[in-house]
């Protein structure tokens, strides 16, 4: 009897999905679909997590997740992240921006996107994926990242950053200095922006659309976001500083800006309205 009570016990054990991490911050729209394939829209903080997809569904979405051995990985804007740990983790950053603390590692921590795969033993770190490059910028320690089209691998160091893209060197290069000074680039089209990019008939000039998002509260809101135009230098924002921004409106409506922002290391700074 006792052996069968010990075999039911150690069945169950091993068939109970095993937690490898924790959401130790959100704010904002976000999905998580575990392993059974369970999609969960109610998460909240201290919700243990096992292998599965993590979504951020809107520019305004922020979500932090914690794994066991302390290890921090913070999802910032409309992105999907699907991880596992089987003695050794494994990030697949399918569509958005990612910043990382990580410890520490026997077995170094894997981040795969389209362009790209990383190496990480322990670092600080930063790393923004879309469908043809991936932009690596370290602020702490070293990251190796390998160019998946050719194969072609460098080593990142702190202070540096480094994009993988079949049309450019793949060579680190140091941090610019910070700005204080910033106006988006428009011109530069649909890449960085989220909404709908929609060229001027007859004009090189394009305008962006407000496309719809749905709350944490089942609300549908209107929004779209731009970006600091990358790799130029960061833009440093003080107590003072004046956002202006421009647009237009169909109807009467009313209208938030809001600011995602990062502490100099790379770090999440927090989501300001």
């Not at 999802?75 to 494994?90: N, P, V, Y």
């Not at 990019?197 to 394009?206: K, N, Y």
């Not at 833009?235 to 990062?262: A, F, I, M, Q, T």
């Amino acid at each position: 009897a006792a052996v069968m009570v010990l075999a039911v016990i150690w069945f169950i054990g091993n068939q109970l999905p095993k937690t490898i991490a924790t959401i130790s911050n959100i704010s904002g729209p976000a999905y998580w679909t575990g392993d059974e394939g369970r999609v969960n829209d109610h998460l909240e903080y201290g919700m243990p997590l096992s292998g599965g997809t993590l979504e951020s569904t809107s520019p305004q979405s922020w979500l932090e997740v914690t794994f066991t051995d302390g290890s921090v990985v913070t999802l910032c804007g409309a992105s999907i992240l699907t991880f596992s740990d089987l003695g050794q983790k494994e990030l697949h950053l399918k569509r958005g921006s990612l910043s990382a603390d990580v410890r520490p590692q026997s077995k170094p921590m894997l981040i795969h996107t389209r362009t790209a795969s990383l190496t990480v033993l322990g670092t600080r770190f930063e790393v923004e994926t879309e469908l043809t490059a991936t932009k690596l910028d370290v602020s702490e320690g070293k990251v190796g990242i390998r160019r998946i089209s050719d194969g072609q691998a460098v080593e990142v160091s702190a202070n540096q950053y480094v994009v993988a893209a079949a049309d450019v060197a793949l060579r680190p290069a140091l941090r610019n200095e910070p700005v204080h000074v910033w106006q988006s680039e428009m011109s530069r089209g649909p890449k960085g922006l989220k909404g709908k990019w929609m060229l001027d008939e007859g004009a090189a000039e394009g305008r962006l659309w407000a496309i719809p998002y749905l709350t944490e509260t089942k609300k549908t809101i209107f929004a779209t976001s731009a970006s600091v135009s990358q790799p130029r230098a960061p833009v440093v924002v003080k107590s003072d500083s004046l956002v202006r921004v421009r647009g237009r409106l169909k109807s009467d409506s009313h209208v938030y800006v809001g600011l995602n922002l990062r502490h100099r290391n790379g770090e999440f700074g927090g989501r300001f309205q």
